[in-house]
C-alpha cells in the first residue's frame, strides 16, 4: 500500500516524459504506474509538468555572521518557492567561514530548525587549513571549494598550486570533488568610467579563467581528483574541457543562469546588479555556451546565488568597481533557464540532466535525490512550464530584491514542492521547515 498517489500526463521521469502516476510511501517513491483502481484517491496534475525537486548546489548563503546578507530561512525559502528541494552552501560567505572544524559545527548549529528545503556543504580549502581536511571529511562535508583569484571576503584567501598540490592527494583518495573559481588574475588597467559595463568586462578577461582551467585540468589529470570548474563564462575554454572530458579525466563543469540569459551587449552602464565574476559576456560568447551545455561538454546549470544589502551593489552610484559581484537569482533557477531554453528548442529531459540529475551527481546525493525512480526521496516539483509571471520585489521571498531579473517576463510557474511526499510549498504558501541536514557518510 502507499501514502500519496500523483498523477500527470508529463512526468519526467529518467526513461523520458510520460503519463504515470507516482505512488510514494514512508517519503520514498515506491513505484511509477500507468493505471490504478478507479476508486483510488489521486492528486492529479493533469498537463503540468512533474520532476524531480531541483539540486542546486552553487548557493552562497551568508549564515551566520552575516544574517544582514542572507540567512538560511529565507534563503530556502525562496529556493522552495522555486521548485529546488537541496542546496549546498558554500564556505566563503558566513562569518567565520567554513575552513574549520568549529566553524562547520557552528555553521550546522545555525541551519537546523530553519531550512525549508534539505541543505548540503562544501568545505573550504584556503591557505594553511591542510590540516583541517580530514576533520571536516569526517564532519560530512560534500566536498570543497577554492579560489584562484581573490574571494571577495579577506577571510577566505585564495590558494595557490602549490596549495592544491598539498590538498588534492587527499580529495582523490575519498573521491570528494574539489570545487574551484577559475580565474588567474593579471594585470589590470586602471579603469577610467567606474560605471561602464565594457569597463568591468575588459577588467576580467577570457583569459583568466582559461589560464586557470588550464591549471585544474593539469592537476585533474595528475592527481586523478574530481576537479568541478564552477561557473563557466569563457567559451575559450570548451575545447580543452572538451578533450579533457574526451581523455577520461573527472572533470565536471557548470555555467550559470545568467551567463545564458543575459548578453553584456545588453546591460546598461552603471547597472550594479549585473555584477558577478567571472562576468556575463557576449552574446557570441554565451551562444557557445549554449551549445556546449547542449553537447554534454558543460554539465549543468547552477544559480550561483549570492546576495548583498543593496548599499553593497552601489545602486546611486553605479559604481561597478566598488559593487559587490553577485546575484541573487535562487527562486528563479527554474523559470529563468526555461525562459532562455524555450528558445532553443531544449527538451525537458535535457532540463531534468541540467537542474536534477547532474547536479546531485557532484553532490552525492544521486542515489536517493534527482530521479523520479523507486527507491528515491520523493522530493518533487510541479511546475507549469506554459504560463508567465512578472519577476517583481513581492514575488521574491529574499531578504533582498537587488536582482537584474526584476521586470523580466519568464516562462515557468512552480506551483507545488514536496519533500519526502509531504507538500510544503503550495502556491505561495508554505508549510514549517521541513529540510534535513545532508552530511556525507
Known amino acids: 500500500m502507499f501514502d500519496l498517489a500523483i498523477k500527470g ?6 526513461e523520458g516524459t510520460r503519463k504515470a502516476i507516482v505512488l510514494i510511501k514512508d517519503g520514498l517513491i515506491l513505484d511509477i504506474v500507468s493505471h490504478l483502481p478507479a476508486d483510488t484517491p489521486v492528486i492529479d496534475v493533469h498537463d503540468k509538468i512533474l520532476m524531480p525537486g531541483i539540486t542546486d548546489p552553487h548557493v552562497h548563503i551568508n549564515e551566520p555572521g552575516r544574517t544582514s546578507w542572507e540567512g538560511f530561512e529565507t534563503a530556502t525559502k525562496g529556493a522552495l518557492a522555486g521548485g529546488i528541494t537541496t542546496l549546498v552552501d558554500m564556505p566563503l560567505n558566513a562569518s567565520p567561514v567554513t575552513t574549520t572544524v568549529p566553524a562547520f559545527e557552528e555553521k550546522l548549529l545555525s541551519a537546523t530548525n530553519q531550512l525549508y528545503t534539505n541543505c548540503g556543504f562544501w568545505g573550504g580549502i584556503v591557505p594553511r587549513n591542510d590540516n583541517e581536511i580530514a576533520g571536516l571529511i569526517d564532519k560530512g562535508v560534500l566536498g570543497f571549494k577554492a579560489f584562484l583569484t581573490h574571494s571577495g571576503i579577506d577571510d577566505f584567501p585564495n590558494v595557490t598550486e602549490y596549495e592544491l598540490r598539498k590538498v588534492m592527494p587527499v580529495l582523490a583518495r575519498q573521491q570528494l570533488p574539489l570545487l574551484v573559481h577559475c580565474e588567474l588574475s593579471g594585470p589590470q588597467p586602471p ?3 567606474p560605471r561602464s559595463y565594457t569597463a568591468y568586462l575588459a577588467s576580467r578577461p577570457r583569459q583568466w579563467e582559461n589560464n586557470a582551467i588550464s591549471l585544474m585540468i593539469g592537476l585533474c589529470e595528475a592527481y586523478n581528483c574530481p576537479v568541478h570548474i564552477v561557473h563557466l563564462s569563457s567559451s575559450d575554454a570548451i575545447g580543452q574541457i572538451a578533450r579533457a572530458k574526451v581523455k577520461g579525466l573527472p572533470l565536471t563543469v557548470e555555467t550559470a543562469q545568467h551567463y545564458l540569459y543575459f548578453n553584456a551587449e545588453d546591460i ?7 555584477k558577478c565574476a567571472p562576468p556575463i559576456r557576449e552574446r557570441e560568447n554565451n551562444s557557445l555556451l549554449w551549445e556546449a551545455l547542449q553537447a554534454g561538454i558543460i554539465d549543468f546549470v547552477a544559480t550561483d546565488h549570492s546576495p548583498a544589502p543593496p548599499e553593497l551593489k552601489h545602486l546611486q552610484s553605479g559604481d561597478l568597481t566598488k559593487a559587490w559581484g553577485g546575484i541573487i537569482s535562487l527562486q ?4 529563468v533557464l526555461w525562459t532562455a531554453a524555450r528558445k532553443r528548442n531544449v527538451t525537458l529531459p535535457q532540463l531534468l540532466q541540467w537542474l536534477c540529475e547532474k547536479p546531485a551527481r557532484l553532490a552525492g546525493t544521486d542515489k536517493r ?3 523520479i525512480a523507486p527507491g528515491y526521496d520523493a522530493d518533487l516539483v510541479v511546475w507549469d512550464a506554459d504560463e508567465q509571471f512578472t519577476v517583481t520585489s513581492q514575488t521574491l521571498y529574499h531578504k533582498h530584491k537587488v536582482t537584474p531579473y526584476l521586470g523580466e517576463t519568464l516562462y515557468g510557474v512552480v506551483e507545488q514542492t514536496y519533500l519526502r511526499g509531504a507538500k510544503v510549498y503550495d502556491n505561495g504558501t508554505f508549510a514549517p521547515p521541513a529540510g534535513e541536514i545532508i552530511l556525507r557518510s
Open 9 to 14: 500526463n508529463k512526468v519526467l521521469t529518467p
Open 332 to 335: 528563479l533557477a527554474l523559470p
Open 268 to 274: 546598461p552602464d552603471g547597472q550594479t546588479a549585473f
Open 191 to 193: 579603469v577610467k568610467d
Open 369 to 371: 535525490k534527482g530521479k
